[in-house]
């Protein structure tokens, strides 16, 4: 069964810090969005992303976030100057079709700032 | 624009029957349902597009009613592997592309 991808599975870094968290969306969709969960807590959007551009993002999702599909086949989430509030789960979630599909979910990315 | 879920919480006995519940003040294009184990993605239960829809998924059911923009997901003689936390999930009509998840409702089912 076709499966989102993401690495690294967990990153712990200093706060300050740039991070960039990879995901490998499954072959044939098209629409890609990263969420993002604190511990215990619900689950965030922070950016929907369609033909090369963002289609929307949440206030979360200020100056200090971008993302890009550089190579075509990695769809990344950089975070510039990391915060102690930005510790969390980063999920990537790709569909074939927006609003009518199912959100396949990656396994997740854990952050954690120092 | 987060739906509003309730409960937020329920402890079953297997065998017994809940209704979690997800409502919008805006128009809604779609409902999704989502259920989270615990250090684990959330997995996709069903989807909803038109309104009145009812889909099923083995003993697990959803409505919706689009008039009242609101949903109610059915889970009948609950199993012990049907705990986790239950998200549901909307998109809003006008050609939004994103999901909005509720704050979840955390569902316990119990020997």
């Known amino acids: 069964e076709p499966e989102v991808t993401q690495t690294p599975s967990h990153q712990v870094t200093q706060m300050g810090q740039e991070v960039i968290l990879r995901c490998v969306p499954i072959?044939?969709?098209?629409?890609f969005y990263w969420y993002r969960q604190i511990l215990g807590q619900k689950v965030e959007f922070l950016v929907s992303?369609?033909?090369?551009?963002?289609?929307?993002k949440s206030e979360i999702f200020d100056d200090q976030f971008s993302v890009e599909r550089p190579d075509g086949s990695n769809f990344t989430l950089k975070i510039r100057s990391t915060k102690l509030e930005d510790s969390a789960m980063y999920f990537c979630?790709?569909?074939?079709?927006?609003?009518?599909?199912?959100?396949?979910f990656g396994e997740g990315s854990r952050l954690t700032v120092l | 624009q987060q739906p509003v879920q309730s409960p937020q919480a329920v402890i079953l006995r297997e065998g017994e029957d809940a209704v979690i519940n997800c409502s919008s003040s805006?128009?809604?294009?779609?409902v999704h349902w989502y259920r989270q184990k615990h250090g684990e993605a959330p997995v996709f239960l069903m989807i909803?597009?038109?309104?009145?829809e009812q889909k099923g998924h083995d003993k697990i059911s959803a409505s919706f009613n689009e008039k009242k923009q609101q949903s109610s997901l059915y889970l009948t003689a609950s199993q012990l592997s049907y705990s986790g936390t239950y998200f549901c999930?909307?998109?809003?009509?006008?050609?939004?592309?994103?999901?909005?998840f509720g704050i979840g409702t955390k569902l316990q089912v119990i020997p």
């Open positions: 805006k128009a809604l294009y779609s």
């Open positions: 979630a790709t569909t074939i079709l927006a609003g009518a599909g199912e959100l396949f």
């Open positions: 072959s044939n969709h098209l629409y």
């Open positions: 909803l597009l038109k309104g009145g």
């Open positions: 992303f369609y033909n090369n551009e963002i289609s929307e």
């Open positions: 999930g909307t998109e809003l009509s006008g050609g939004y592309q994103k999901v909005t």
